[in-house]
């Protein structure tokens, strides 16, 4: 998402509105939990600050589809947050950013904001946990008490 900052840097604008909606390439959450990413609206701006500082205030809103914790099912996670972030010319800003002529691509600003929204975990509603399988089932505590082992398990602990 590029954004021209020629109006502000020649001070013919106090500021640049944003309003779009962008698509966030694949490549950027094939190593996330993130399975899908719908578009992301953008609502803001731009304004100047200082001498190449700039100031950008936008509220983001999309939807992420991510795995459930229990049955890894697709969950649909609505997301939205705000961004007040100073941005300023040097060399460090340089080799993190896309910076061209007078124009500035905030969509790695974005992402890395986005990123910061995946929680840790998710939970789809009524999600059936799977409690046997194939050779497999999932046993309780009390279970393993009432396990016949047991009783051969506290002869072993007795003789040690």
Known sequence: MIINLLPLI????NFVEINEIIEIPDEYYKNTDIRKLDKVLVQGSIKRIGDNIFNLNAIV???????????????????????????GFDNNFEKNYKIIANTLDIL??????????????????NAKIKTEGDGWCLTSEEDLKNNKLSDLKELLEMEE
Do not use: H, T
């Open 108 to 125: 790695p600003i974005l992402w890395e904001n986005i990123v910061l929204e995946i929680p840790s975990r998710v939970v789809k509603d």
């Open 61 to 87: 809103k999309g939807k992420m589809i991510l795995p459930c914790a229990l049955s890894l099912e697709d969950v649909d996670y609505p997301f939205e947050f705000n961004i007040d972030q100073n941005i």
């Open 10 to 13: 020649s001070n013919k604008e």
